[in-house]
């Protein structure tokens, strides 16, 4: 594990791994043991809540691809939602502070999932004029080449 993690691994072998939090003040242990019948690894004893203090200040735990599932149902509602206001209910959900950049790349992916890709939507533009074009009597479009 990298030194910035709050997760320290107090045992590990192939079959069995236990991790403690860094934090000599918080008392969180989680055993896991991998299980060869299925192949998968279990959590066989999850001791206490995690309450290391600093965790809620650590930033870079908090990946924009997290924020992006944080703030989809505000981008749902209004893509046109800005950043500072998007940093504004990360700090309220969230408990902390993130920066302009990563609420900007989370606002970015939020709109991908909601959306899907510009370049696609794009493209799919002129026929979603045609058929605007055939349903409303009146109404046309012309495609003008730069």
């Keep these: 594990m990298s030194k910035e993690a709050n997760d ?6 192939p079959t069995k791994l236990i991790v403690i939090c860094n ?3 918080c008392a969180w242990r989680c ?11 279990e959590i066989r ?11 809620s200040q650590d930033r870079a735990k908090l990946s924009y691809l997290l924020i992006s599932k944080s703030i989809h149902n505000l981008i749902e509602n209004d893509p046109s939602t800005s950043v500072p206001t998007l940093i504004t209910h ?16 989370a606002k970015q992916k939020a709109i991908k999932g909601i959306y899907d890709d ?8 002129p026929r979603l004029l045609q058929a605007m ?12 080449h730069c």
């Design 45 to 55: 004893n999850l001791c206490e809540p995690y309450s290391n203090p600093s965790i």
């Design 8 to 13: 320290k691994t107090h045992l590990s072998n």
């Design 118 to 125: 510009w370049e696609r939507s794009y493209h799919n533009l």
């Design 23 to 25: 934090d000599d003040s």
């Design 133 to 144: 074009q055939q349903f409303f009597l009146g109404w046309w479009w012309r495609r003008k």
């Design 90 to 105: 990360i700090k309220r959900t969230e408990g902390y502070t993130t920066t302009y950049h990563k609420a900007w790349l």
């Design 31 to 41: 055993r896991a043991s991998f299980i060869l019948e299925s192949k998968q690894w």
